[in-house]
Antibody, heavy 120, light 112 residues
Framework: EMQLLESGGGLVQPGGSLRLSCGAS????????MSWVRQAPGKGLEWVST????????YYADSVKGRFTISRDNSKNTLYLQMNSLRAEDTAIYYC?????????????WGQGTMVTVSS | QSVLTQPPSVSGAPGQRVTISCTGS?????????VHWYQQLPGTAPKLLIY???NRPSGVPHRFSGSKSGTSASLAITGLQAEDEADYYC????????????FGGGTKVTVL
């Protein structure tokens, strides 16, 4: 069974940093682009970032560009999101998701999410 | 404000048909990019419901269907059931933005 499990969320002060992890199992991790999608409390989904399977191409939403860095370690089947200069508006549940070529690059597999709270 | 526009809410009685619109522009849906739809039940992660405008992943009931025309797309639920009460999101891509996915603002479906 294909699974994703996020970790690393928590409470951080404005201006602080946090690194999220997403562990994958049940599929050949390096064959898939992976993405982060977030959801602020009571709000809709917002795409954050995508990284290609081998890690050579990355994309970011304008709202996080220059502050967040997506990376992956294919030997550990793990996706990361390094978040710096955090702001209150970054408070959200962060989901990792698999981009599935079989489904037109839709986000097929999702983790359960990890909560990030930016507050003093 | 989302790049893709959805109605905030729709409602219907059990057994009825409801539709959710997703309106974009010439830089996203109108540029030929596929539209995908997700269902999010309360307190859970989103689930892929429709991919490539009108295709259902295995396990998704046939009462869910999708279509696309011009700069808009639609999700239809026929034979509405109580378990369909959820938030629904459309997603596509946009040439004017930095990279990948753009989501609609989401539509809450209420079963009366």
């Amino acid at each position: 069974e294909m699974q994703l499990l996020e970790s690393g969320g928590g409470l951080v002060q404005p201006g602080g940093s946090l690194r999220l992890s997403c562990g994958a199992s049940g599929f050949t991790f390096s064959s898939y682009a992976m993405s982060w999608v977030r959801q602020a409390p009571g709000k809709g989904l917002e795409w954050v970032s995508t990284l290609s399977g081998r890690g050579g191409n990355s994309y970011y939403a304008d709202s996080v560009k220059g502050r967040f860095t997506i990376s992956r370690d294919n030997s550990k089947n793990t996706l990361y999101l390094q978040m710096n200069s955090l702001r209150a508006e970054d408070t959200a549940i962060y989901y990792c998701a698999q981009d599935s070529p079989a489904y037109g690059d839709a986000f097929d597999i999702w983790g359960q999410g990890t909560m990030v709270t930016v507050s003093s | 404000q989302s790049v893709l526009t959805q109605p905030p809410s729709v409602s219907g009685a059990p057994g009825q048909r409801v539709t959710i619109s997703c309106t974009g522009s010439s830089s996203n849906i109108g540029a030929g990019y596929d539209v995908h739809w997700y269902q999010q039940l309360p307190g859970t992660a989103p689930k892929l419901l429709i991919y490539g405008n009108s295709n259902r992943p295995s396990g998704v009931p046939h009462r869910f269907s999708g279509s696309k025309s011009g700069t808009s797309a639609s999700l239809a639920i026929t034979g509405l059931q109580a378990e369909d009460e959820a938030d629904y999101y459309c997603q596509s891509y946009d040439t004017s933005l930095s990279g990948s996915g753009v989501f609609g603002g989401g539509t809450k479906v209420t079963v009366l």
